[in-house]
């Protein structure tokens, strides 16, 4: 049977909860058990993917095609495991089951109440978690702060937990902020205790309380935090403010927060193998030299929209032991040919990401035909490869207005056009072409030679020539288009073979011009760069991927 961890926050959102449940399972599984993680988040959107990345941030897409939080990018990459559907659940999510429930007359008759039946569902998504991946432990973090409103039903179904298993088979992490006020550089644990209170309201004593913190707390801080909230002062772990997050495990190991959890769960201490983890932040710490990339969107106030594009250019820059310094620039300022070349001619290489709806598409097209002509190494992902198809057709092939039907339902030359499968979709929750779906890649074509040179994650299937990557959009390269591009001279180097369809587009002649159809930024990890990065931060670097 599997042990639970829940990872509450009190004080502030955007303690980096995420961060610290990450750490958590990295150092379990480096014990050698096998972790697996979940995500409470307690508003009522069934998932995320309908919510602007505004409000919300990137959309993570798991290989099973959920639409989830961006914190379980911050698992996969910290645990190497991949997520599934039942790793973020909302409370809209657990809402809708129990109407459904009700609706189909399973209460026979009773009155549904937030307990014991939505608490009972939130109970089943824990243990489904565990039966769903056999893990050993599953870690579950609890968005929001203890004290919200909307929290306080999760809360409840955690204390039914606990009180449902062995002592031994549940533990709380609490995350709290200690923070030093301005002038005085003292540390203050007042809201600390305070939010333990609350969450003692809640009927739950944490185990664990890790403190965000600015510098080290001194040792009568931790030892009057561990007093007033009822923990051994061995229990009050320092997360301190650090540049590279990839080392905070190897922060909590020294704290010896990973002997505390196994002997409150009576895990046995097995041999601990971190080598590799500890080599990637010694690499990171090591870094020398930067390369300069322009990643042109329309989401750029909010970098957290791209979190999971920043994260693998940062990894491809390991691989160089290069920094790889992002700039996010507004795509709608670059919306005539100079207005790109003015700000693009500073960077080392160029990125359109993914986004939906036509603002700033004109500028994304600017962006590719600047990097197409002046051979700027270029990426697109998802709707960079739409509009990179889009402003060949128009520059190259003659197809004045060509553009997708998505911007223009008009547009003479559709060359990217619906799916035949999402025509009759009125429903935009969970209607995406979601999820991993087959390519074969193409003889000849960089794509091919990156992901043949470069070490590549187990879920390749068939390596190299067939690849799986995960897929997040509604529209789609537009087959009648193909010859005539391919005519004028678009290399495609990546195909689905089941439904053929076009997943990856190059430019020859040029050091780097790959567009793809999918997002391989949701796979790449600090110590395992994904291919398509790696090709293109060398090539920014003028450097080859394979050496
Ligand atoms: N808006 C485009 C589509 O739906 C691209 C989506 C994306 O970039 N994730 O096809």
């Known amino acids: 049977m599997a042990k639970f961890i829940f990872v509450t926050g009190g004080v502030v959102s955007g303690l980096g909860k995420g961060i610290t449940a990450s750490s958590i399972a990295l150092l379990l599984k480096a014990h050698g058990y096998k972790v697996f993680m979940q995500k409470f988040d307690p508003y009522i959107?069934?998932?995320?993917?309908?919510?602007?990345?505004?409000?919300?941030?990137?959309?993570?897409?798991?290989?099973?095609?959920?639409?989830?939080?961006?914190?379980?990018?911050?698992?996969?990459?910290?645990?190497?495991?991949?997520?599934?559907?039942?790793?973020?659940?909302?409370?809209?999510?657990?809402?809708?089951?129990?109407?459904?429930?009700?609706?189909?007359?399973?209460?026979l008759g009773g009155t549904v109440q937030i307990v014991p039946h939505v608490t009972d569902e939130i109970k089943h998504k824990i243990y489904e978690a565990a039966?769903?991946?056999?893990?050993?432990?599953?870690?579950?973090?609890?968005?929001?702060?203890?004290?919200?409103?909307?929290?306080?039903?999760?809360?409840?179904?955690?204390?039914?937990?606990?009180?449902?298993?062995?002592?031994?088979?549940?533990?709380?992490?609490?995350?709290?902020?200690?923070?030093?006020l301005y002038g005085s550089d003292e540390l203050k644990t007042k809201p600390t205790q305070h939010s333990v209170i609350d969450l003692r309201g809640a009927g739950i004593q944490p185990d664990i309380i890790v403190c965000r913190t600015p510098v080290l707390p001194p040792h009568e801080v931790m030892a009057k935090i561990a007093m007033f909230c009822s923990v051994p002062a061995t229990n009050v772990i320092a997360s301190i403010d650090v540049k590279n997050v990839y080392e905070i495990p190897l922060l909590y190991h020294q704290?010896?927060?990973?002997?505390?959890?196994?002997?409150?769960?009576?895990?046995?201490?097995?041999?601990?193998?971190?080598?590799?983890?500890?080599?990637?932040?010694?690499?990171?710490?090591?870094?020398?030299?930067?390369?300069?990339?322009?990643?042109?969107?329309?989401?750029?106030?909010?970098?957290?929209?791209?979190?999971?594009v920043t994260e693998a250019l940062h990894h491809a820059g390991y691989h160089f032991g290069k920094r790889v310094c992002v700039d996010y620039i507004d795509a709608e300022e670059l919306e005539s040919a100079e207005g790109?070349?003015?700000?693009?001619?500073?960077?080392?290489?160029?990125?359109?990401?993914?986004?939906?709806?036509?603002r700033g598409t004109e500028g994304m097209i600017a962006a590719c035909r600047y990097a197409r002509e002046k051979h700027k190494p270029f990426l697109g992902l998802c709707l960079g490869m739409q509009i990179a198809v889009i402003e060949f057709a128009r520059n190259i092939c003659?197809?004045?207005?060509?553009?997708?039907?998505?911007?223009?339902?008009?547009?003479?030359?559709?060359?990217?056009?619906?799916?035949?499968?999402?025509?009759?979709i009125r429903n935009m929750g969970g209607t995406l072409r979601l999820g991993n779906c087959p390519c074969d890649l193409q003889p000849g074509t960089l794509a091919l030679?990156?992901?043949?040179?470069?070490?590549?994650?187990?879920?390749?299937?068939?390596?190299?020539?067939?690849i799986q990557e995960r897929h997040r959009?509604?529209?789609?390269?537009?087959?009648?288009?193909?010859?005539?591009?391919?005519?004028?001279?678009?290399?495609?180097?990546?195909?689905?073979p089941d439904l053929n369809l076009v997943e990856i587009i190059e430019l020859p002649d040029h050091p780097h011009y790959v567009a793809v159809q999918f997002h391989p930024e949701f796979r790449s990890r600090p110590t395992h760069p994904h291919p398509l990065f790696v090709s293109f931060v060398g090539a920014a670097i003028n450097q080859d991927f394979g050496s």
Request: charged residues 20%; aromatic residues 8%; contains cysteine.
């Open 45 to 107: 959107n069934v998932d995320p993917g309908t919510m602007s990345p505004y409000q919300h941030g990137e959309v993570f897409v798991t290989a099973d095609g959920s639409e989830t939080d961006l914190d379980l990018g911050h698992y996969e990459r910290f645990t190497g495991e991949e997520m599934n559907y039942t790793s973020n659940i909302t409370l809209g999510k657990v809402l809708k089951a129990v109407i459904d429930k009700e609706r189909r007359g399973d209460y």
């Open 131 to 180: 039966s769903s991946t056999g893990a050993d432990i599953v870690i579950t973090e609890i968005g929001g702060t203890v004290g919200d409103i909307e929290s306080e039903a999760f809360l409840e179904a955690l204390r039914q937990v606990k009180l449902e298993r062995a002592a031994e088979d549940t533990l709380f992490v609490h995350t709290t902020l200690v923070p030093a």
């Open 255 to 308: 704290q010896g927060a990973d002997d505390i959890v196994l002997a409150k769960l009576h895990l046995p201490t097995r041999s601990f193998d971190i080598g590799a983890w500890q080599r990637m932040v010694d690499t990171v710490n090591a870094l020398q030299g930067e390369v300069h990339i322009a990643l042109v969107g329309k989401y750029t106030h909010l970098p957290d929209a791209y979190i999971s």
């Open 340 to 358: 790109a070349a003015s700000v693009l001619s500073n960077y080392d290489g160029i990125i359109v990401p993914g986004g939906f709806g036509q």
């Open 398 to 424: 003659g197809l004045t207005n060509a553009s997708s039907t998505e911007f223009n339902s008009d547009t003479p030359h559709p060359v990217i056009c619906l799916m035949e499968e999402q025509k009759g």
């Open 449 to 466: 030679k990156a992901y043949s040179s470069i070490h590549s994650q187990s879920s390749i299937a068939n390596y190299p020539l067939s």
């Open 473 to 496: 959009h509604r529209y789609e390269f537009n087959n009648a288009y193909r010859t005539l591009l391919e005519q004028h001279g678009l290399r495609i180097a990546g195909i689905n």
